[in-house]
């Protein structure tokens, strides 16, 4: 089994422990829409549809088909099922679902308040590694001060070069931290951000607040 058909499982687990109208780290969104907006992801003919009404309205109206627990339940159970053979992401494989499986199981985990860190498997640490040094730099592309990575292993890496008149900021934590900070999630993220004054509230206003 793959990483991402495990992690899979995990949202589908981390889902159906919430319910449908708690909160999430997305902005905005309750359980039920993140719910919603991974069935509308995977399954391009019911998006299709869905979408001739935007985006927003496309995840808004299948949520509320699942603001009672029935339809909840029905939703989760739908993303929980492969995507069928047809469908691109049956085939897109780890490099596009490990990192965004895993995002969202924290985003329904730690939207309620819950900080308690998984113990992740060695693989899949690493195939989060590899994600995150290609976002990353993407990401921050923007910033002035200089970004690197330190993992808790002490592994580490420059992924953004600092401009004229900025230092550099480092970002330490265990590698599904770093994956949350990096991608807007780092008030929910246990990690430690060490730099010049200046240069960390630039990196806090980017990565702060989803």
């Known amino acids: 089994m793959t990483w991402h058909e495990t992690e899979r499982g995990w949202l589908a687990e981390a889902l159906r422990a919430a319910d449908p109208h708690d ?8 359980a039920r829409h993140l ?39 029905a939703l989760v159970d739908r993303f929980a099922a492969r995507p069928a053979r047809w469908s691109p992401l049956a085939w897109a494989g780890d490099a596009v679902n490990a990192s965004e499986y895993f995002i969202h199981t924290e985003d329904v985990r ?3 308040g819950t900080r308690t860190l998984r113990e992740l498997p060695d693989g899949l640490v690493e195939v989060l590694w590899s994600q995150l040094l290609r976002m990353a730099p993407l ?4 910033l002035g001060p200089g970004v690197v990575l330190v993992r808790d292993d002490d592994v580490r890496s420059a992924v ?3 401009r004229a008149g900025h230092g550099s900021v480092v970002l330490r934590g265990a590698v599904g931290e770093l994956v949350l900070a990096v991608s807007g999630r780092l008030q929910a993220a246990d990690v430690r951000v060490d730099g010049g ?3 960390v509230a630039a990196v806090r206003d980017l990565l702060s607040g989803g």
């Open 197 to 199: 004054e200046e240069d």
């Open 35 to 73: 719910a919603a907006h991974l069935v509308l992801r995977e399954q391009p003919a019911t998006a299709i549809g869905a979408l001739r009404g935007g985006v927003a309205g496309a995840v808004e109206r299948l949520a509320a088909s699942a603001a009672d627990p029935a339809g909840y339940a």
């Open 139 to 142: 990401r921050l592309r923007r």
């Open 23 to 30: 909160p999430t780290l997305c902005e905005g969104w309750q």
């Open 160 to 162: 953004h070069a600092p």
């Open 110 to 112: 730690r939207g309620t």
